[in-house]
């Protein structure tokens, strides 16, 4: 009550509590000096004084000071309002809290679920159920107990609806409530209209994200989630049980209450195909399959693993009778997950797709997660690396043993530049190179380079300016290690800065002055090379890091490129903002490639208690995502890739074509008759069966780089091939036009995933049949507003009652005195 009162007579609305009060002068020639206000107060005292004492000498001298004063009082009011008084304040209220309904537009809503009580049949049809959109619209529509009507007008509870959909990531949209836009105005039918299921993908992580940058508000007092939690793209939602983590989840910081559409259990099948991520022409390997099955115990099913060729070079067109068979088993389903291995020997390199398919049984609720696929890269060359190090150190010493053992890579595959070695060494042993600029073609060939610690001034300009090119155009690899000596500050002036995953600077000097654990960020902990140990064992793999054991060093860096990945970060260091953590380990794509930042030269600690288990797991892996997510060695000059690989019916597939000559020099249309590529395409008819070649050309988009669209108009596989002008050879590229999405892959509500996003962020978790209860039930985070406000004093109630007080008590005075 009180702060209400000193805000009326202050000018301030609705201040709950007021924190800070603070007055100033704008007038000109009171905001140079108070002083000049002080004087005039002094002397409209001083004259009212003097002429009290001289003109009113019926009064007792008392009475002529009290007036006097009086008068004075109210004469120094009207120099401070002459003077703009201007008060400053800052206040905290409580307004209107916002809850943010979110809605699942995407596919998975349209699928028909089975209605309460029914149980899952041979004879089961769609029409028997009800759409999970349809169920949703349904609630929303409720003429009584409307959830969100009631948050609103019992609550007094804004609610903001949105909707999440998009193509290849999820895309937040504000809904209105009311036919004129207005926000303030709930109707039902108005919301229902605008729900529809054009989503591609589930993205939640990327939702929440976006719902915690784009739509942040002080107001946000928390969420309400429809969805079928369907999570199929993107980072993940949840994060991991440290208190430090920056999940999406705790990125949102308020309660979400997750109220889930769906069913929970349905006759469905799935298979997952998980082909090894590296192998090798004429070694044989396993291809596993999983299998996940739900309501068909003891049933026997039969899983066939093909696999067709993607890319690669003079290769005859191609149906479903062409692929090549990897094996066949019939399992008998007795858990809910099974794992198979069949063994396989390529005979051929290229890029494949390796399928598995099930045969459908009956009562599936989805068949489109009964076929799987998946590429990779089966090469029956070598990877090439080459290491760049000032002198030998443990990290060299250990990284090439590693390497020298790898069947990928082998003694053939590893070069290094040293420049402290001899130079006689350098040109006799097949190990080292005598330069480090070499010819481009054998440049070129490199699939992922090390840059070491190096002075600046031994890093010349021609490798900057091929490095650059061999990252940014031909999608090579750059892991640059920072070590104790000369550090990431040396490439400041290179042409190499532009492409680090931090800022460095010149005066950046080592850090040793306390010893400290690495730690993991909720991204590394996500990325695939970061994973030590058996896949999702996440306990392992915080042991293994672990095994590095305190660091004593690192180099800092400045800050953070805005494409950057951290991967692991210091726990207490910080860059030059004072707020962001010193990274250890980052990552960011530069143009076609990839770069990694690793601020220390330590990581052989890991081979500490297991030996090589762990640090060659590490290597190898991130070796396999530099190095094999592209044209290998020589096959970097003239590479045809689309887009994407899988497409739907009436989509664009972009063509392009990397094109550079034998010395790796990019082709222009000059260098082509015709001035383009030529090319062709094998396309399926509308059986999907037999196949129609259609000859086209591919024009220049700028040089070395060729491109095109064509439209997709029947499902199937397509195979386009395109003339190499320098060998003469037919590069070529497959992908698959499907009419159903993702979305339709999994039948089932992921309710793990709906109960964990409501648990880790506070909130609580319902089926949309029980939602009414979350009116009773419903918890929000204390939403306080913070305000600062500018407005003139002599403009506030209090500055009136002082003025018509004085004025009004001086009169009254008079009266009482006999004064005229």
Not at 476 to 499: E, F, K, R, T
Request: aromatic content about 8%; overall charge negative; charged content about 25%.
């Amino acid at each position: 009550m009180l702060t209400q009162v000193i805000g009326w007579l202050l000018g301030i609305d609705g201040a709950t509590s007021i924190d800070g009060i603070h007055v100033s002068l704008a007038a000109p020639w009171a905001e140079k000096s108070s002083f000049w206000v002080f004087l005039g107060c002094v002397a409209a005292i001083c004259l009212s004084l003097w002429f009290y004492w001289k003109f009113q000498d019926k009064l007792t001298p008392k009475y002529r000071v009290v007036f006097g004063i009086a008068r004075g009082l109210l004469l120094s009011m009207l120099v401070i309002t002459l003077a703009d008084p201007i008060l400053q304040f800052t206040a905290t209220n409580d307004p209107q809290p916002i809850v943010y309904a979110v809605f699942d537009g995407t596919e998975s809503m349209a699928i028909v679920d089975q209605t309460s009580g029914q149980q899952p049949s041979e004879t089961t049809d769609a029409s028997t159920g009800i759409s999970r959109v349809d169920l949703l619209k349904q609630f929303l529509s409720q003429s009584e107990n409307n959830l969100l009507d009631r948050l609103q007008t019992e609550k007094n509870i804004r609610i903001e609806p949105l909707i999440f959909d998009g193509v290849n990531t999820s895309t937040l949209r504000r809904l209105t409530t009311d036919r004129s836009g207005r926000l303030d105005s709930f109707d039902s039918k108005e919301l229902v209209s605008q729900i529809s299921t054009q989503g591609k993908v589930t993205a939640t992580g990327e939702m929440l994200t976006e719902l915690s940058k784009q739509f942040r508000s002080s107001r946000m007092a928390g969420v309400l989630l429809f969805s079928d939690f369907a999570h199929n793209a993107g980072i993940a939602p949840l994060g991991t049980a440290s208190g430090a983590d920056l999940s999406p989840i705790r990125r949102v910081g308020v309660p979400i209450h997750t109220i889930g559409i769906g069913a929970v259990s349905a006759i469905d099948l799935a298979v997952e195909v998980q082909p090894p991520p590296k192998m090798k022409k004429a070694e044989r390997a396993n291809i596993t399959v999983r299998i996940t099955q739900t309501g068909l115990d003891s049933q026997a099913v039969t899983v066939r693993v093909t696999a067709q060729k993607v890319e690669g070079t003079n290769s005859a067109p191609s149906d479903s009778a062409d692929d090549i068979l990897v094996g066949t088993e019939t399992v008998l389903l007795s858990s809910s997950v099974h794992y198979i291995d069949i063994s396989f020997t390529p005979e051929e390199a290229g890029r494949f797709a390796f399928i598995a398919e099930i045969d459908p049984q009956p009562g599936e609720a989805t068949l489109e997660n009964n076929r799987s696929s998946r590429s990779i890269n089966i090469i029956d060359d070598y990877l090439r690396l080459m290491y760049v190090e000032n002198e030998p150190t443990w990290e060299w010493r250990f990284i090439k043993e590693v390497f020298h053992r790898d069947k990928l890579v082998g003694m053939r595959g590893f070069r290094t530049f040293l420049r402290s070695a001899d130079p006689k060494v350098r040109q006799n042993n097949d190990l080292f190179l005598p330069t480090l600029t070499p010819k481009r073609s054998d440049f070129f060939a490199n699939d992922v380079i090390f840059l070491g610690d190096m002075p600046g001034a031994t890093v010349s300009d021609r490798f900057c300016e091929m490095t650059r090119e061999f990252v940014g155009n031909f999608g090579g690899g750059l892991v640059v290690i920072a070590g104790p000596h000369y550090g990431p500050g040396q490439l400041a002036d290179s042409p190499l800065a532009d492409m680090l995953p931090v800022k460095v600077n010149t005066g950046s000097i080592i850090r040793d002055n306390r010893e400290f654990d690495l730690q993991l960020t909720t991204l590394g902990l996500q990325s695939d090379f970061m994973q030590l140990g058996q896949a999702d064992d996440a306990q392992e793999n915080m042991e293994a890091w672990k095994n590095l054991g305190k660091l004593s060093w690192y180099q800092p860096v400045s800050g953070i490129h805005s494409q950057a990945i951290v991967l692991a970060e210091h726990p207490y260091d910080t860059c030059d903002d004072g707020i962001t953590p010193q990274p250890l380990i980052a990552v960011r794509r530069y143009g076609n490639g990839e770069v990694v930042y690793i601020a220390f030269n330590e990581l052989w600690r890991l081979r500490r208690k297991h030996g090589e288990l762990y640090y060659r797991q590490f290597w190898s892996q991130l070796i396999n995502r530099l190095g094999l997510g592209h044209a290998l060695g020589s096959q970097k000059r003239f590479v045809v890739r689309t887009d994407r690989e899988k497409y739907q019916a009436d989509d664009k597939a972009i063509i392009s074509v990397e094109a550079y000559d034998e010395n790796f020099e990019p082709l222009t249309e000059a260098d082509l008759n015709g001035r383009s590529l030529s090319a062709e395409m094998f396309v399926p008819d509308a059986t999907g069966r037999a196949t129609v070649l259609h000859e086209f050309t591919i024009p220049q988009l700028r040089d070395g780089r060729f491109e095109t669209r064509l439209p997709l108009y029947n499902d199937g596989q397509y195979q386009v091939r395109v003339l190499d002008p320098i060998t003469q050879d037919k590069s070529e590229v497959r992908f698959q036009v499907a009419g159903v999405s993702a979305e339709l892959r999994n039948a089932v509500r992921n309710v793990e995933l709906q109960d964990e996003i409501a648990r880790q962020s506070g909130g609580s978790s319902f089926e949309i049949r029980q939602a009414d209860q979350l009116f009773d039930q419903l918890q929000l985070k204390d939403v306080r507003e913070e305000f600062t406000r500018n407005h003139p004093l002599w403009a506030t109630p209090l500055w009136f009652i002082l003025i018509t007080g004085l004025m009004l008590g001086e009169w009254f005075s008079r009266k009482v005195a006999h004064l005229a």
